[in-house]
DNA sequence: ATGTCTTTGTGAACGCGTGCACAAAGATGG
DNA sequence: CCATCTTTGTGCACGCGTTCACAAAGACAT
């Protein structure tokens, strides 16, 4: 759903379909905080509410991890905190290094949920020598020309990728020259990886857009104002003209930066 | 997929899928470049490519639109471009207000994308009297208490919240109780909202989190360092505290801020 | 020990999304 | 005007994910 690669073998990987392992960080979330409210059991029903799924979900979710629980009575909080961890791999340290440090990747490195699941900023990488030394949020920025000794020395592989879209697919060919098997793409672009290396990407102005879609729908239908243009399915030569003249005038390529990052290229 | 509320009517809005609208910001992106190089037609093989998709699945995404494309001969870009444009409600201008100006608030507030694709951040809001005034991405905050006069003097119909976790649902409220219908959460929590309210959720430490997970595949099965706690089926009590006992001190609650959000609370 | 009551775990049906493979459509050249 | 060649549009089959509904399992009271 997020690949960059065109093909991918549906990546089933142990038997735990993909649908489910992304919603075990949800589930996860959830019970950390009745951990921290110190609940001991909670119930499917309980649970799939406190995450937003339907009960029956959660529990074959569950049951793919195994049979954890006790029929009527729930799960154990702390030991199902404790499998979920351990299925995601989170009970390990992973260092983590951000390219591209904007106002995203500043962003990002202050990220507080990262710490506390089992992610450590191992380090900052930015193209721009000014930035080098300086410090965000506590950890000092190093130059791009150091990515792969940085990589190497940390034992990175998982990294995430903060700058223009115009960069990404060179940096991330570093990275994953580096050593790099997962990558975090917040630039607009598709990347290209090799076999092995996935990556999952997070775009802000594609969500944005979904959105629009909804509520140009809960509007109505009614109000077409630019009734010139085909809405039906001819495409002639004529209204293919018209409706490119009328396009561009509205908010298409407006500007010389149609695809700017979420960051400043510093 | 990223809905707060649990049971969706799966809305297939009107007869385009859902997965078909997911990738239609994605097409419209690479014709957007294919535009700026003047290119005036694609097939679908080229642009499928460009997009990071199968072929055949462009081909039944665009048959959803209506049929555009000459057989032999591919795709008018600059029509495409329109035509995905006004599918998305892109040719009309949608203000957008943005809740929390940390980090990531201020990172969204900076990011070129939104003006070049119809939306327009009408407003940047934050519960700090400390920021009120002061300009950000050349935009004054604003205290939240006059949140809902924002919204219905700019005619928001979208917020994006990126507030601490406790503050998000608050701020939800407010926000379609204003009339907002649109929300894109970055806050890590599940937000309740009535019906007709949609609500698209980005969250980085989930992503990393499944990135973990098939890292930690990829790293094979053979380091199972932690062999003490069970990993058959056998949910005893004794093997239960067991694991309780060992998995606290790995990485779960290690400190009070177990749900902080991407920016400072301000 | 037995019965009742709660909640899990899962078999089965259904619907959506994906990809193949091909016929129809149109462009292009002779 | 006809033949050929390219590329679209889509019927069809398959697999994944979701949901229902229920039997099995265990807790708890008597």
């Known amino acids: 759903m997020a690949t960059g690669r065109t093909h991918r073998p549906a990546t089933r990987s142990r038997g735990i379909p993909e649908a489910t392992v992304a919603r075990l960080p949800l589930y996860l979330r959830a019970l950390t905080a009745l951990s921290e409210r110190s609940v001991p059991t909670v119930s499917s029903e309980e649970l799939a509410a406190a995450a937003g799924v339907n009960s029956a979900k959660l529990r074959k979710d569950f049951s793919y991890l195994g049979s954890y629980g006790t029929r009527g009575v729930g799960y154990d909080v702390e030991y199902l905190v404790y499998q979920i961890s351990r299925e995601l791999g989170l009970t390990q340290d992973w260092p983590v290094v951000i390219v591209g440090i904007g106002n995203l990747g500043a962003a990002l490195a202050n990220y507080g949920g990262f710490a506390s699941r089992g992610f450590r900023v191992a380090a900052l990488i930015d193209a721009d020598p000014a930035m080098a030394g300086k410090p965000v949020a506590g950890i000092p920025v190093q130059h791009t020309d150091d990515l792969e000794k940085i990589i190497e020395d940390n034992g990175v592989s998982i990294g995430v990728i903060a700058t223009p879209a115009g960069a990404a697919q060179q940096v991330c060919d570093r990275l994953v020259g580096a050593g790099v098997t997962s990558i975090l793409n917040f630039a607009p672009t598709v990347l290209s990886v090799p076999d092995g290396v996935d990556v999952r990407k997070v775009d802000l102005s594609i969500e944005l857009q979904i959105l629009a879609f909804h509520e140009q729908r809960k509007a109505g239908e009614e ?23 009328a396009a561009p005038a509205a908010s298409a390529d407006q500007g010389p930066d149609g695809d700017v ?6």
């Open 261 to 266: 990052p979420a960051v400043m290229p510093a």
């Open 223 to 245: 109000p077409a104002l630019e009734t010139a243009a085909g809405d039906g399915a001819q495409p002639a030569a004529a209204s293919r003209e018209a409706a490119a003249a």
